[in-house]
């Protein structure tokens, strides 16, 4: 809501983007992932990735910001 509030009142869209590690291990959801944040970009929007705790079991979780930050740079092409 935060979020959404101050991007609001800047009249910057925003899209939030929910990932699990488990979707980012095939190439598929990998690539998947890498042209929805790519189009998001494009179109100007900024996209507000979390991890998508309702479907990640223990084993399968990112476990920390620093880890999802990191593939989420390496997805849109930016320096980890």
Avoid: K
């Avoid at 190439?27 to 100007?44: I, M, P």
């Avoid at 979390?50 to 223990?58: G, K, L, P, T, Y």
Wanted: proline fraction near 2%; aromatic fraction near 8%; glycine fraction near 6%.
């Amino acid at each position: 809501r935060y979020y959404d509030e101050f991007f609001s009142a800047l009249r910057q869209p925003i899209a939030q983007v929910l990932l699990s590690a488990d979707a980012l291990d095939s190439r598929s959801g990998y690539r998947n992932a890498q042209a929805t944040l790519d189009e998001l970009l494009r179109r100007g929007v900024i996209p507000v990735v979390n991890e998508n705790d309702s479907v990640a079991i223990s084993e399968l979780r990112f476990g920390d910001n620093d880890t999802l930050s990191a593939l989420v740079a390496v997805l849109v092409g930016g320096v980890a």
